[in-house]
T-cell receptor, first 111, second 113 residues
Framework: DVKVTQSSRYLVKRTGEKVFLECVQD?????MFWYRQDPGLGLRLIYF???????EKGDIPEGYSVSREKKERFSLILESASTNQTSMYLC??????????FGDGTRLSIL | QKEVEQNSGPLSVPEGAIASLNCTYS??????FFWYRQYSGKSPELIMF????GDKEDGRFTAQLNKASQYVSLLIRDSQPSDSATYLC?????????????FGKGNQVVVIP
């Protein structure tokens, strides 16, 4: 079974802080994704990576950056956290056009 | 037009009945279709995927794809209380290659014992 592990289930940070969310997958998938999920807005793609050091902006990249230094790890960075970034953050991985598999999610609150 | 639409509101079904969920998509070039189940407070879990027109069955779940009409359906037979969840439809976005998905906002299913 695919295992996608997100470093924290719940996280509370303050506005202006730099926040790191980590995601690790154990299936050698080339594709990794960061989404956020908000009530009424559904799942929205923040960033996508298709290989080490390769990334593409998703639909809502503003205020975020990513890092993929190793194939199994994909990090999401909130450069200067704001209250409108309070959300559920979901990491996923996949091979080619095969199904994406999600981690357990990180519920992030920015105070 | 939204990329993926799941229009119907919460669906209440008696235990043992069939739950039917529909999803329409806008890009005629889409080739990959997925259904995810999401329990409240949890992450999405893949339950079905389908790439070809027609039906695909897996246990109590059947996915139906009609590319000409641009819709994909999910049937849940013999519904159980454990099927109470939100079901997300996802479709690949050809304009971005094969890897990106567009998600519908989900349909909530409530199975009444």
């Amino acid at each position: 079974d695919v295992k996608v592990t997100q470093s924290s289930r719940y996280l509370v940070k303050r506005t202006g802080e730099k926040v790191f969310l980590e995601c690790v997958q154990d299936m050698d998938h080339e594709n990794m994704f960061w989404y956020r999920q908000d009530p009424g807005l559904g799942l929205r793609l923040i960033y996508f990576s298709y290989d080490v050091k390769m990334k593409e902006k998703g639909d809502i990249p503003e205020g975020y950056s990513v890092s993929r230094e190793k194939k199994e790890r994909f990090s999401l960075i909130l450069e200067s956290a704001s209250t409108n970034q309070t959300s559920m953050y979901l990491c996923a991985s996949s091979i080619s056009n095969q199904p994406q598999h999600f981690g357990d999610g990180t519920r992030l609150s920015i105070l | 037009q939204k990329e993926v639409e799941q229009n119907s509101g919460p669906l209440s079904v008696p235990e043992g009945a069939i739950a039917s969920l529909n999803c329409t998509y806008s890009d005629r070039g889409s080739q990959s279709f997925f259904w995810y189940r999401q329990y409240s407070g949890k992450s999405p879990e893949l339950i079905m995927f389908i790439y070809s027109n027609g039906d695909k069955e897996d246990g109590r779940f059947t996915a139906q794809l009609n590319k000409a009409s641009q819709y994909v359906s999910l049937l849940i037979r013999d519904s159980q209380p454990s099927d109470s969840a939100t079901y997300l439809c996802a479709v690949n976005r050809p304009a971005y290659g094969n890897n990106r998905l567009a998600f519908g906002k989900g349909n909530q299913v409530v199975v009444i014992p």
